[in-house]
C-alpha cells in the first residue's frame, strides 16, 4: 500500500512541475482573433487598411536557439497550432524581471523592436523584422495560407500610423498595409500592457517608480 501511494505521489508531482512548461507551448488564441482583437482595441476595421508596400528581406539574422525553463520570455511567445514554432516579439525589447511571488515585472523597454521566429524543432531563431523608436510591434500569429502576420504601428510627423505587416517567409518579402487615416499619440498605444500582456506589471501602472515618464507598451 505504501509503494502505490508514493507512486502515485511521484506521479503527481511530475504532473504538477509539468504544467508551467506545457502551458507555455499551448496556442491561447488563433491568428484571425488575435488579429481582430488588436483592431477592436483601437476601433479598427479591415476597410482601414488601403495602403500597401512590398519590399524584400534585404538580410537574414539567424542563430542556435534553445527553449529552457528558465526563459522568462517563454509563456509571451505566440506558438504555431502545433507548437513547433513561435513568433518573439517581446525579448529583444522588454526587460522583465520575475519577483519573489512569481509575477513577471517590467521597469521599461528598449527603443529598438525585433519580431522573430523560433524554430523549436530545429533550435533556430530568425529575425523577421527589426525597426527602431519609429515602430511598434503589438500583436502577431500565424496564418492559415503560411504567412506571418505582425501588427502595430509605425512613427510620422510625431504620430503613429496602425500597420500590419504580412510576413512571406518562404518568398522572402513583405507587404505592409497602413491605415493611413487613423493616427494615434504615442501615449495612447497600450495594447500590449493592457491586453496581449497583461499578465505582466509595467512600471508605467506602478506607484513605486518615478511618474511623468512614458513609453507606448
Not at 503527481?12 to 488563433?30: G, H, M, N, S, Y
Not at 534553445?66 to 517581446?90: F, K, M, Q, V
Not at 512571406?168 to 507587404?175: Q, Y
Request: charged fraction near 30%.
Amino acid at each position: 500500500m505504501n509503494r502505490t501511494k508514493h507512486i502515485l505521489l511521484l506521479l503527481i508531482t511530475v504532473q504538477l512541475l509539468c504544467l508551467p512548461a506545457c502551458k507555455r507551448a499551448e496556442p491561447e488564441d488563433k491568428p484571425a482573433e488575435r488579429l481582430q482583437n488588436w483592431m477592436d482595441y483601437y476601433e479598427l476595421s479591415a476597410g482601414d487598411f488601403n495602403a500597401k508596400d512590398t519590399f524584400d528581406r534585404a538580410y537574414r539574422v539567424s542563430h542556435e536557439f534553445s527553449l529552457n525553463d528558465g526563459d522568462l520570455y517563454a509563456p509571451l511567445y505566440i506558438y504555431s497550432e502545433d507548437s513547433t514554432r513561435a513568433i518573439d516579439i517581446d525579448s529583444y525589447h522588454l526587460v522583465l524581471e520575475k519577483r519573489d511571488n512569481g509575477e513577471l515585472f517590467s521597469p521599461g523597454r528598449e527603443a529598438d523592436m525585433e519580431a522573430a521566429l523560433i524554430d523549436l524543432e530545429r533550435g533556430v531563431r530568425e529575425r523577421l523584422l527589426f525597426c527602431g523608436p519609429s515602430c511598434i510591434f503589438e500583436e502577431a500569429g500565424f496564418q492559415a495560407d503560411g504567412q506571418i502576420f505582425i501588427a502595430g504601428f509605425a512613427e510620422s510627423d510625431n504620430d503613429y500610423f496602425p500597420v500590419i505587416w504580412h510576413i512571406h517567409k518562404e518568398n522572402g518579402f513583405i507587404v505592409a498595409e497602413m491605415a493611413t487615416e487613423r493616427a494615434l499619440p504615442a501615449e495612447n498605444i497600450r495594447y500590449i500592457s493592457d491586453r496581449r500582456l497583461e499578465r505582466v506589471i509595467f512600471w508605467h501602472e506602478s506607484s513605486e517608480l518615478p511618474k511623468g515618464l512614458d513609453v507606448p507598451l
